[in-house]
């Protein structure tokens, strides 16, 4: 919705959210529908430009994809400035900059423990006046875009107590999407498409490599859970 169409509903707290029913979807062989999610309350609504939109998908890719070049170039293009992108990716995504920049498949996920909310409250009294510099700088879309950011990830948070790294998976996943579309909107020679074509099929390998690496982390914490408990004879 936002990385792909420019809509950003910018109060998206679960008060707002409604699950319900896919109206027109088939029913399983259960007898049951798809769900359907349905924003609520479209008070406070804003639509990116094409420039907005596509710079912040390049932004979020970069993020999942611990690419520090690009997360300094579209934090800047974003109006962050090339001084406070690195507080910038950390607002965004909750993490100090050492691990937005880590390459582990999991480097995002805030685990949500003690010593998390110890480090993010340390960090945020040591860099406030960093950080109301830059919430001075943003443009107005941006904070509305940061405040989104947060309520989406309270929801998810709430529904599956912490952070997942499947969300960040689709997050890349969508956000690369539509920056691709971009540049084949904008090609202008068949080598520009081959190139597009190319960078396309780069970015679908990593993002498989990501998945695997996830479910190769999800088995081995399974098998010493299992461990933990006292099974002997792995799955």
């Known amino acids: 919705?936002?990385?792909?169409?420019?809509?950003?509903?910018?109060d998206p707290h679960a008060a707002n959210l409604l699950v319900r029913p896919l109206p027109s979807g088939k029913r399983s062989i259960f007898g049951t529908r798809r769900p359907q999610l349905v924003l609520l309350d479209h008070g406070l609504y804003k639509e990116l430009d094409f420039s907005t939109r596509i710079n912040y998908a390049s932004l979020w890719k970069g993020l999942v994809f611990s690419d520090a070049k690009t997360i300094k170039e579209y934090s800047a293009k974003l109006g962050a400035g090339e001084d406070l992108y690195a507080l910038f990716a950390g607002i965004l995504t909750m993490r100090p900059w050492n691990r937005v920049i880590d390459t582990s498949v999991d480097h995002l996920v805030v685990r949500g423990t003690e010593s998390d909310r110890s480090e993010l409250q340390m960090y945020a009294s040591m860099y406030l006046p960093q950080i109301s510099e830059l919430l001075r700088r943003l443009p107005r879309v941006i904070l509305l875009m940061l405040?989104?950011?947060?309520?989406?990830r309270a929801v998810n948070n709430a529904l599956l107590q912490g952070s997942s790294m499947e969300t960040y998976l689709i997050i890349?996943?969508?956000s690369s999407e539509a920056v691709i579309e971009a540049k084949l909107q904008q090609r202008k020679s068949v080598l520009t498409w081959i190139?597009?074509?190319?960078?396309?099929?780069?970015?679908n390998a990593?993002?498989?490599?990501?998945?695997?690496a996830l479910w190769s982390l999800q088995l081995r914490k399974l098998l010493q859970?299992?461990?933990?408990?006292?099974?002997s004879v792995p799955l």
Do not use: P
């Open 172 to 174: 890349g996943k969508v």
């Open 225 to 231: 859970y299992r461990k933990a408990l006292g099974y």
């Open 147 to 152: 405040k989104t950011n947060d309520c989406l």
């Open 206 to 212: 990593r993002l498989l490599a990501m998945q695997v």
């Open 1 to 10: 919705m936002i990385f792909k169409h420019g809509f950003v509903h910018c």
């Open 195 to 203: 190139s597009v074509w190319l960078e396309e099929i780069l970015l």
